[in-house]
């Protein structure tokens, strides 16, 4: 079977075992939401999450291009500590296809565009929770928004498709990665001063207690966060989905969308804006 112009291999084979979701259902999404995903992928360099055997194998994480990876698949090179690497870059469907049908289930994308790559161009915080209290988390979104809205940022909103909530925002490039973390970090320690019983910003989980850990970290050179509209590699194979701050008292947990429902949700995203 071809999907956009790519020969599908093993399309019957489980990725998620708990929902026998295939390798050409995950194909069939990744197809169908290219035009919300590409726009956060464009010209960014990221991090392959791969399952080639399902989820419930162990699966691997992958920076560099394979050898084997065909021609059409655009890339750039990354200075390193190491030396240097050849990393892929997506701007086209044919390309997120392909890549799923590697068993790519997630891609985590940098915070920086390839023409700059030092850069970044957005400021992330992954609000990360040590217990299973979701209401816990929609209550620091909404603190930390406030804090955000002080220093007249407001920042958009996202469900992580696994158990946190990201909240990111825009900034002009000019600054490089060390001063925009800088600046990240006093912003989730003064989150914690404001609410000691709620935040943390200890990066040692077994001090973190039942705090929120705000992570801050992501906003450093060659790291990366998950894409909008990617899956994860859950049993429920929750999506990554960004949602409006007035949608955030419904929700009922950070995979609240996954493959089964979020093509429902933007298909009613894409009627709404006709």
């Known amino acids: ?37 590409l726009p956060y ?27 084997y990876f065909p021609g059409f698949i655009k890339t750039i090179e990354i200075e390193t500590e190491e030396g240097s690497n050849t990393q892929i870059l997506c701007n086209d469907t044919k390309t997120l296809v392909y890549l799923a049908n590697q068993g790519t289930v997630a891609f985590h994308i940098w ?10 161009d957005k400021v992330i915080f992954d609000l990360d929770p040590s217990d299973d209290d979701f209401e816990k988390i929609k209550k620091g979104a909404k603190a930390l928004r406030e804090l955000l ?9 996202m469900t992580s498709g696994k158990s946190g909530l990201h909240l990111y925002y825009k ?10 973390k800088a600046t990240a970090r006093e912003i989730a320690e003064e989150a914690e001063k404001r609410h000691p019983e709620l935040f943390t910003t200890e990066i040692r989980k077994e001090k973190r207690g039942s705090k929120i850990f705000v992570d801050y970290l992501r906003n450093a050179y060659a790291q990366t966060a998950v894409c909008p509209y990617s899956l994860r590699a859950t049993e429920d194979a929750g999506v990554a989905t960004p949602i409006e701050w007035r949608e955030l008292s419904k929700i009922k947990s950070a995979a609240e969308y996954t493959i089964d429902n979020i093509l429902r949700r933007t298909g009613q995203l894409n009627q709404n804006k006709n």
């Open 1 to 37: 079977m071809t999907v956009a112009g790519v020969e599908i291999s093993n399309y019957d084979k489980i990725i998620f075992p708990k929902k026998k979701i295939t390798k050409g259902d995950m194909v069939t999404y990744y197809k169908k939401v290219a035009p919300l995903m």
């Open 41 to 67: 992928l464009k010209d960014r360099p990221f991090t392959l999450h791969r399952f080639p055997n399902g989820i419930d194998n162990n699966g691997f994480y992958q920076k560099s291009i394979s050898d």
């Open 111 to 120: 915070l920086s565009k390839k023409d700059k790559l030092r850069q970044p």
């Open 149 to 157: 809205n002080v220093k007249d940022i407001d920042p958009s909103l």
């Open 171 to 180: 900034i002009r490039r000019g600054k490089d990665f060390d001063q925009v």
